[in-house]
């Protein structure tokens, strides 16, 4: 373990693997309490969370970045739960960047992997708590008495001996006054007034009301907006640019930017700078990524399948003799395409590089941190492009309308710096919905073999699975190293990327022998975290496959999976949650069946049931989904509620549209009629249904997506007899 405050790539792999697979933390940092920004004088500021006003308001500060999930409403209910205020009298602002709002998991100011409710748990109620415990005090000290004869609630501390009462806001300068206590106790959960309850968020109203601020909507004095022509080419570059005079000319346009791989078009309106760009006459030089293609990428992948270059990433037994000794094996092969993240905001940021510094508007998920983590996250990109230092470098985070991951890459804002830099103003750039379909870090393709060996009672003895895939740590860890050891559930060997292979190494059923292996493919096609990343796509094959060796044994897809889950009961509870919900096994109009899944992601358990017809024309259509969720402590079931529904539609746009192919190293997909969304009139109906539990709490924002694509294929086939093992979902007639 490096010092605290700090963080070796060692110690960060390991508590990613921990976070992605919702293992219990690795590594929890100390040392992040510092850089918190200064408060406004008169106001009560304990720590870097809390701001409490002398009208009573309380503001909660929030380091995590907003989109959509809505961890500024979490977070601060978790903080005024144990203030014992007034909800109605909450509010939040956005925390800049600073180490004071890294999350303790990724020593980095990241918002991804679930994280936010889960890392936030601890540190915001025992700065709700702190801040109580000094109210009280300042109070006792007014009224001369002993702290424990005093309570709160709603809001005001209650002189329990004579009934007097002392608004929080009348005590600010007395306990502003007063020194931090530490090892403040915690409420009992019984005693709760807000965690556990839905209540509206916070961010609503102005987004109803539309004063929101996405990163489009940033408006500043004098700025200037540029359109960016960004080669087709994966690795390709600008060779020559003809015609740029004529551009610079054309009405509004200010200034041509030609960069290594693009060439920018700024002008006084953003319409203007599309035109300019569509103006432009570039010749690129391709360089060999012009060979790229999805058949080719394919080719390689099966050959990696075959190869003897695995690593291992989960052993037990020895499944590997028992498959070899066998002569009844059960096999299949699964793969799945690369995804864009296709946010609804396409990225965007606006720069303005001013006085030897930085200032960046950005919807990003990732502010700052360690420079070797992806070039030290927004802040760190935006002093590199400038030539300044971090320290000269201020983030403003808006609101990020959707990340899914793709906010966690920061290309977008070293693209505007670079442009800015070369202007006296302030640059916004905006991406079309072309330039984020076609300029995307793309979830990986995956090639999966699968083998297996049952028992006399059906159950699996042995099972194998064969992983081909890029490695998203290695594009996002520039310096990272295959001789690092992974902190994934046991693996035996080093290098595996845990992105790669979660959801499968860390398969829950109770299979004696198990070997699960993966092999690293290396193209030049960026690749990055999609919600829920490795689950998203290895889930779809464990949970598939589970219900092909269900079929295999004659057994019924539920309770083979309750068998396998003997030593699992927080999993067998929610199977049995969402199918008693489902009506698992009671009959259903001609023409639909069901289908089943569960999966463990980021310290969360999902199961999911979805009821599947075939229309005449052949095209799956989703009626209704059970969904049950086990997150531990459910905060606002409100917002798990709405995450979980969420997350089905994400992952069902995936399960039944989602691909994007590659040809002459070139993406073919470019908006939404060729890269479908699940629309309105296709979206199913979700029923949430929350396990109640005192367990700490787990992710909502991720874990709602890997099952459905598997109950989904599973309802195919138990519908037709088809066995989908391609994703996107697609029947053959």
Known sequence: MSAPGRVSRRDFVKAAAAVGTGLTLAVYFQGCGNGAPPAPDGVFAPDAFLRLSPDGTVT??????????????????????????DWNRVGFVQGPAAKAYYNPALQAQVTGGSTSIRTGWLPMREAGATARAMLVAAAAGRWGVPAASCSTAEGRVRNDTTGEELEYGALVADASALPVPKDVPLKDPKDFRIIGTSRDRLDNADKVRGVATFGIDVRLPGMAYASVERCPVMGGQVGRVAGEAEVAGMPGVIKVVRLKDRVAVVAEHYWQAVKGRRAL???????????????????QLQALLVSDKARVARKAGDAAGILAGSTSIIEAAYDAPYLAHATMEPQNCTAWVHDGAVEVWAPTQFQM??????HGGARGVAADAAGVSTGDVTIHTTFLGGGFGRRLEVDYVTEAVQVAKELDRPVQVIWSREDDTQHDFYRPTTAHALSAVLGGDGMPVAWRQRIAC??????????????????????LEHGVDPSAVEGSADLPYAVPNLLVDWRELTVPVPVGFWRSVGHSQNSFVTESFVDELAAVAGQDPVAYRRALLTDEPRMRAVLDLAA????????????????????????????????????????????????????GTAVNPGLIEAQMQGGVVFGLTAALYGEITIAKGRVQQ?????YEMVRMPAAPVVDVHIVPSAEPPG??????VPPIAPAVANAVFALTGQRLRRLPLRLTR
């Open 60 to 85: 909660v500060v929030i380091g995590r970045s907003e989109m959509g999930q809505g961890p500024t409403t979490g977070l601060a209910m978790i903080l005024a739960d144990e203030l014992d205020c």
């Open 281 to 299: 006459n570039i010749t690129w030089a391709e360089g060999e990524g012009a060979a790229l293609s999805s058949d080719g990428i394919a080719e």
């Open 369 to 374: 941190g360690p420079g070797f983590l992806n």
């Open 470 to 491: 890029q490695s998203i740590i290695r594009n996002w860890i520039p310096g990272w190293m295959p001789d690092f050891a992974m902190s994934l559930a046991g693996a």
């Open 580 to 631: 008693t919900e489902a009506g698992w096994g009671t009959p259903l109009p001609d023409g639909r069946a069901r289908g089943v899944a569960i999966v463990r992601s980021f310290g969360s358990i999902v199961a999911q049931v979805a009821e599947v017809s075939i229309t005449p024309a052949g095209i799956i259509q989703v009626h209704r989904v059970t969904c049950a969720v086990d997150c």
């Open 670 to 674: 470019n908006n939404f009629y060729d």
């Open 699 to 704: 992710g909502v924002g991720e874990p709602g």
